[in-house]
């Protein structure tokens, strides 16, 4: 699916529809149409260091270098979607399957947590903040990769 006009029949549909929108952008690694749906002003928790990254210009270089590291297209099957929305602002908590092939090889297929938040400009939603978490053992003090819903 690629990015479109979406007739908006309610605030919900529209988060859903930039949501799948994210997801068919990040499976392009296609990094002008996924920063189009981030707030200039994003505040992003990643699974790697640093603690956040903020703005788009942090956002677009953590993006970039994540691309970069596989061979194909990304995975990103959403599972378990869950959305609370309002005139102006939303939330939003998923389930996500990464899959594909990193360039060293590796194949790659795990799930992710994410939240995201939401604020309405005009007639457009942006992603204002996200999280993306693992469970984490914490007699081994590793993340946990191999669980699915």
């Not at 939401?118 to 469970?135: A, K, N, Y």
């Amino acid at each position: 699916m690629r990015r479109t006009e979406v007739t908006m029949t309610s605030a919900e549909t529209q988060i859903r529809a930039l949501l799948d929108s994210r997801s068919a952008a990040m499976g392009d690694k296609d990094i002008e149409w996924v920063m189009s749906l981030y707030s200039p002003d994003i505040v992003y928790f990643d699974l790697v260091p640093p603690l956040q990254y903020a703005g788009s210009s942090a956002l677009r270089e953590r993006f970039s270098d994540w691309f970069g590291r596989w061979t194909g297209p990304i995975g990103q099957e959403l599972g378990d979607l869950k959305v609370i929305a309002g005139d102006t602002v939303a939330a939003a908590w998923m389930l996500i399957r990464a899959s594909g092939t990193l360039k060293t090889g590796q194949d790659v297929d795990y799930w992710v947590r994410v939240s995201n938040s939401f604020q309405r400009s005009g007639d457009r939603w942006f992603i204002t903040h996200e999280h993306v978490s693992l469970p984490v053992n914490m007699q081994t003090r590793t993340a946990v990769m191999d669980l699915a819903p």
